[in-house]
């Protein structure tokens, strides 16, 4: 199985920062068709996940480009510009090339 | 407007089975796949099996043994049953289905949570 880690596991930071959390995954996610398939969600307490970036880099339709993916291979990033309060929650990124489908750990959000 | 219902029997005995029904609204099960992906209470997610829009079915390995998923098209609905539950299987369970073909998982229900108790 992919195993994908997640750092950090908690993220303080101030209103209006960047923030920036890594996904790293045991093999590559490049598929044999030449996509990578690796998407980012955010969870908000009490909430289903939302999805924010898919195939690394594509921001989901509404997302705003404070959120920004990047990434290949084995290494990804999600980046936060000017951090607002309705970012904070719990952030998973998702590996979708091998099954089965393997979530990282997760990465708190909160305020500083 | 794409919609996902769980629904399930919010707590099971342990060695019992569980049975969760998926209701969609929206679209048919006959153009998109739907996966079972599972978070047990504070902790993370892990993804369970998809069926397939053909009907076919893809599971996690972890769970092949005692996981089944099927659907009905025609009453818009996608069932997960799982066997033996124990304690540890205490969790949220959602369905979730993709947006443009490429295991986005941009659509998830609210979940169900089920609780694994005597």
């Known amino acids: 199985d992919a195993v994908m880690t997640q750092t950090p596991l908690s993220l303080p930071v101030s209103l209006g920062d960047q923030a920036s959390i890594s996904c790293r995954s045991s093999q590559s996610l490049e598929n044999s068709n030449g996509n990578t398939y690796l998407n980012w969600y955010l969870q908000k307490p009490g909430q289903s996940p939302q999805l924010l970036i898919y195939?690394?880099?594509n921001r989901f339709s509404g997302v705003l480009d404070r959120f920004s993916g990047s990434g290949s291979g084995t290494d990804f990033t999600l980046k936060i510009s000017r951090v607002e309060a309705e970012d904070l929650g719990v952030y998973f990124c998702?590996?979708?090339?091998?099954?089965?489908?393997?979530f990282g750990g997760g990465t708190k959000l909160e305020i500083k | 407007q794409v919609q996902l219902k769980e629904s399930g029997p919010g707590l099971v005995a342990p060695s019992q089975s569980l049975s969760i029904t998926c209701t969609v609204s929206?679209?048919?099960?006959?153009?998109?796949?739907i996966s079972w992906i599972r978070q047990p209470p504070g902790k993370g997610l892990e993804w369970l099996g998809v069926?397939?829009?053909?009907?076919?079915?893809n599971y996690n390995s972890a769970f092949m043994s005692r996981l089944s998923i099927s659907k009905d098209n025609s009453k818009s609905q996608v069932f997960l049953k799982m066997n033996s539950l124990q304690t540890d299987d205490t969790a949220i369970y959602y369905c979730?289905?993709?947006?443009?073909?490429?295991?986005?998982?941009?659509?998830w229900g609210q979940g169900t949570l089920v609780t694994v108790s005597a």
């Open positions: 979730v289905r993709d947006h443009y073909g490429s295991r986005e998982f941009a659509y």
């Open positions: 069926i397939w829009t053909g009907g076919g079915t």
């Open positions: 929206g679209f048919s099960l006959t153009s998109y796949d």
């Open positions: 195939r690394v880099s």
């Open positions: 998702l590996q979708v090339t091998h099954v089965p489908y393997t």
